[in-house]
């Protein structure tokens, strides 16, 4: 059984940082590509970041450039999402998900499987 465990969310005023962890069971994390999405009230999800399954490539949310940043440890089946200098619009929930040898994608429709997701809440 596949699982995707979000952590790291909580509350932090604007300008701070958050570190987010996603922990996989059941898969062989090596052949998945890994994002970060994320969804706020009354909106769409909408991709934030991810990494691919070979090579080490990563890829990011045109908005999202510079501020986050997506890295995995393959050795731990985690991958994690470092955000930095956040801002009250990046208060969502944030969800990781997995994609079975597959290139990064912008579509979460594209990802096989999902975590719970983990809320963050930036106040000005």
């Known amino acids: 059984q596949v699982q995707l465990v979000e952590s790291g969310g909580g509350l932090v005023q604007a300008g701070g940082s958050l570190r987010l962890s996603c922990a996989a069971s059941?898969?062989?994390?090596?052949?998945?590509?890994m994002g970060w999405f994320r969804q706020a009230p009354g909106k769409e999800r909408e991709f934030v970041a991810a990494?691919?399954?070979?090579?080490?490539?990563?890829y990011y949310a045109d908005s999202l450039k510079g501020r986050f940043t997506i890295s995995r440890d393959n050795a731990k089946n985690t991958v994690y999402l470092q955000m930095n200098s956040l801002k009250p619009e990046d208060t969502a929930i944030y969800y990781c998900?997995?994609?079975?040898?597959?290139?990064?994608?912008?579509?979460?429709?594209?990802?096989?499987?999902w975590g719970q997701g983990t809320q963050v809440t930036v106040s000005s």
């Open positions: 059941g898969l062989t994390f090596s052949s998945y590509a």
């Open positions: 998900a997995a994609r079975f040898r597959g290139a990064y994608s912008t579509n979460w429709l594209d990802y096989n499987y």
């Open positions: 990494h691919n399954w070979s090579f080490g490539s990563t």
